[in-house]
């Protein structure tokens, strides 16, 4: 027998071995089919495979790769990139900026506020890595509905100011979000949360409950005991990758920016659009906003203590008879660990006076902003029905120099002026406050309207 037969020979199994591999060569198959779609529906368990591994690895591989060959053009670009891109001129002209002082520094939060100042006060909180923008689909729908609908953006994200000395943590957001409430002037407000504006939005809730009027929970992670982070949100906690992360993410290069964009669609939005992904990232790292984004990454509290004290605190706010009402929004297609299971575990322990899934990906702020909005209005409207304000009085002729009647009862603080008003500083009211005639005013007062 030659060599070459001897070799052809060997290769050859006997029947039993090559049974056996076929049996073998059959069990990957669904596993891969499933791990492949890289969605999950509520109440299915995420499977775990060996090719998420892979995937993984090959992104990071190629990541790596592609700030080594591009590490020498990204002080050019990112000069050019602190012009915002074009799709975002009219997200700022829509908002406003209002300052804030969190105990040792003051700062300029963006605000984007749309409806009637008397309607009821609807405050959207934003998750991570994006800010307002996703809302911007949204606020405009609760608005014509007659409510007054306001997305802030988080200190340390968006257009607002991101000090780089400042620890951020969902316990500092939870404080900002009640300077914001008090920036404003606004009553007891609506809270929608969604992804990490859960925890921020639960604890300043626990902290105000006077502040708060209801809740809607948008498939947010609120049972933080051991929480993982879903892909490719955790390798913003690895050391030296998260800056690798952050620079592919946010980077103008029009291949990494497509990179950014198709990670986006896969595990965001379906709907999202190339634009937008570019305005998403573009508002992440605006302002040196690399510091403080990686400050809150590193800081994200997912301990045993802070998940009971968020439990026990909501418990508190919504199971009694006159608790705060709670609805929850999930989605039919997220890529947060355990999602159902999160979403389980709001209806075990807060008692939702309704639930709903959206078919959507984790943004349903992208993939369905009509169908949320319309549950939120509805919510709203079932709770505090909607009441035409009083009239205005009659104009009568004169002139008064900005006098205001403060009322220590909590009760409406009135700017009657009567001609033309003139008034400076600051006006702190509980209520709404009504001017008539020309006023000229300088400084925040009320909603600074």
Not at 205 to 220: E, L, Q
Request: with cysteine; net charge negative; hydrophobic share 35%.
């Amino acid at each position: 027998m030659s060599e070459k037969t001897g070799a052809k020979q060997r290769k050859q199994p006997t029947d039993a071995k090559a049974e056996q591999i076929t049996k073998d060569a059959k069990k990957p198959t669904n596993t891969l089919a499933t791990s492949t779609s890289g969605l999950q529906r509520p109440g299915a368990q995420q499977p775990a495979s060996g090719i998420n591994l892979c995937f993984v690895t090959t992104v990071a591989l190629a990541v790596v790769l592609m700030v080594t060959l591009w590490s020498r053009g990204f002080e050019n670009e990112i000069d050019a990139f602190m012009q915002l891109p074009e799709g975002l001129l009219g997200h700022i002209e829509a908002g406003r900026y209002i300052p804030i002082y969190d105990g040792e520094r003051s700062m300029q939060v963006f605000v984007l506020e749309d409806g009637p100042r008397h309607g009821e006060p609807v405050l959207f909180l934003h998750g991570i890595p994006v800010s307002s923008y996703v809302y911007r689909k949204m606020v405009p729908g609760l608005a014509a509905n007659r409510l007054h609908a306001i997305a802030v953006d988080l200190p340390g994200m968006g257009l607002s100011d991101k000090p780089s000395d400042v620890v951020y943590s969902f316990s500092y957001l939870a404080d900002r979000v009640l300077d914001v409430v008090n920036a404003l002037n606004l009553p007891a407000v609506h809270l929608v949360l969604h992804d990490i504006a859960g925890p921020i939005g639960a604890e300043f809730a626990i902290k105000n409950p006077s502040r708060v009027k209801s809740i809607t929970m948008g498939n947010s992670p609120i049972n933080l005991d051991g929480y993982k982070l879903a892909f490719p949100m955790f390798l913003y906690r690895v050391p030296y990758m998260q800056d690798i992360m952050f620079t592919v993410a946010t980077s103008p290069n029009a291949l990494l920016s497509y990179f950014s964009y198709v990670n986006f669609k896969m595990f965001g939005a379906r709907e999202i659009t190339p634009e937008d992904a570019r305005c998403h990232a573009a508002l992440l790292k605006h302002k040196n906003g690399k510091a403080s984004f990686l400050s809150l990454m590193n800081n994200l509290n997912f301990t045993t203590e802070y998940s009971l004290y968020l439990q026990d605190g909501l418990k508190r706010l919504v199971n009694d008879s006159q608790g705060i009402p709670l609805q929850s929004v999930w989605v039919s297609h997220d890529t947060i660990p355990d999602s159902p299971g999160q979403a389980a575990y709001v209806a075990q322990h807060f008692a939702p006076r309704a639930a709903y899934v959206l078919t959507s990906r984790h943004f349903p702020q992208e993939d369905a902003p009509d169908e949320f909005s319309r549950i939120i209005a509805e919510f709203v409207e079932g709770i505090s029905p909607y009441q035409e304000p009083p009239p205005k009085a009659e104009h009568s002729h004169g002139h008064s120099h900005g006098h205001y009647d403060h009322d220590d009862h909590g009760h409406d603080d009135h700017d009657h002026s009567h001609g033309h008003s003139h008034s400076h500083g600051h006006s702190h009211s509980h209520g709404h406050s009504h001017s008539h005639g020309h006023g000229h005013g300088h400084g925040m007062s009320g909603y600074g309207l």
